[in-house]
């Protein structure tokens, strides 16, 4: 091996909807990509590392049904489960971990209340916290963005992970919404920066189109982790295969 240090990981992640799971193209025109539990089971048995499930409708009744559908897909799943999607306060946190959730996912109540990292971290531990940023590369550098990428901060992309770090969180989850849902490879530059940058691992999101992709987010990329959406669930890569491929170029995976 000549990747030393902790095996890279594989994550699904379902995007939910109204009760389904949906994929779009740098944030818009969603399409259906079926049913989250079946979905989530069949990644389990699959292979996968772990699952993250994100809620990108958090209206109240969308989150009450969303709770039910996390405690189905945990029932069902022998992997770390990570569930977003707004999470604006402790009793959110309570509410998903009890349900089945292993690990959250906060984004923009993040970056309104930064404080929230360091309310999870001390209450739950650092490895519950999974700091999400949505960033884009603008004329001006890498800007995180709220609201499901809606709104642009002043926050730079490195500096907010490092923040996010030193309040507490365990991970990173980069995404980057140049390269979402395009299938063109990873933001490798900015992922390669970030890792260096900050001390917990970094997952990288955005850009998953072919089994080279995952490959250079992992050795170009340094990431510690990678996530994608549409590729799987539409069978156009299939995790053991995938993992077959990354063992035979030395990167340290589990099979």
């Not at 306060?89 to 009890?98: A, M, P, Q, T």
């Not at 642009?152 to 507490?168: F, Y």
């Not at 991970?171 to 490798?188: C, P, R, Y």
């Amino acid at each position: 091996m000549t990747n030393r240090g902790l095996a890279k990981r594989i994550i699904p992640c379902l995007d939910v909807k109204n009760g389904e799971t949906v994929k779009g193209i740098n944030f818009v025109n969603l399409r259906s990509a079926g049913d989250p539990v079946e979905l989530g089971k069949a990644y389990s048995n699959a292979g996968a590392d772990e699952l993250v499930f994100l809620d990108i409708t958090a209206s109240f009744e969308g989150r009450k049904t969303f709770t039910e559908m996390v405690t189905r897909v945990a029932r069902e799943i022998n992997i770390p489960f990570t569930v977003g999607g707004g999470i604006n306060e402790l009793k959110d946190v309570d509410r998903l971990l009890n349900a089945g959730a292993d690990k959250v996912s906060i984004n923009s109540a993040a970056l309104a209340h930064p404080e929230l990292i360091e309310e999870i971290a001390h209450n739950y531990g650092s490895q519950v916290c999974v700091c999400a940023i949505d960033a884009r590369l603008d004329e001006d550098g890498w800007h995180c963005y709220t609201h499901g990428g809606r709104g642009r901060t002043e926050r730079g992309l490195i500096e907010w992970a490092q923040e996010a770090a030193d309040r507490g969180a365990g991970e990173i989850l980069f995404t980057s919404m140049n390269h979402d849902g395009v299938k063109q490879g990873f933001a490798n530059e900015a992922l390669a920066k970030l890792s260096e940058e900050v001390n917990i691992p970094v997952i990288a999101s955005g850009g998953a189109g072919t089994m080279e992709h995952f490959r250079d987010a992992f050795i170009s990329g340094k990431a510690d982790a990678a996530l994608a959406a549409s590729v799987f669930h539409f069978g156009e890569i299939k995790i053991p295969a995938l993992k077959e491929y990354l063992s035979q170029r030395d990167i340290n995976i589990r099979l």
